[in-house]
């Protein structure tokens, strides 16, 4: 399926490349004041999870620019905080996204 969408390479690593100690005994990045409020005060952990693995690929890819979606505001917010916060040397870019599978006629 992807390389029928132009996909020529893809990053899958191991859980135990991301998580070489096991999961529930890593690390974790938690950026206050974003991650508890809105989505985050009934999903506890959520975007710590996210920024927390988001970070370790950041790391492990070393990108100059990202491309995320803007679906997920408070997603977004949270990475572009992250990155500031820990001075990653990468620029986020979160473009309209506009699905044209439903588009009304």
């Not at 020529?8 to 100690?21: G, R």
């Not at 004041?33 to 506890?44: D, K, T, W």
Request: include cysteine.
């Amino acid at each position: 399926m992807l390389a029928s969408a132009g996909c020529n390479l893809m990053f899958m690593p191991d859980v135990a490349e991301i998580y070489p100690n096991g999961a529930e005994r890593a690390t974790r990045i938690d950026v206050p004041g974003l991650s508890r409020i809105l989505c985050g005060e009934v999903r506890p952990g959520h975007f710590e999870g996210i920024a927390t693995i988001v970070a370790k690929l950041f790391h492990t890819v070393d990108p100059d620019v990202v491309v995320f979606g803007a679906k997920d505001f408070q997603q977004l917010t949270v990475i572009r905080r992250m990155v500031v916060d820990l001075c990653m040397p990468v620029q986020i870019c979160a473009p309209c996204v506009v699905n044209t599978t439903h588009q009304h006629r």
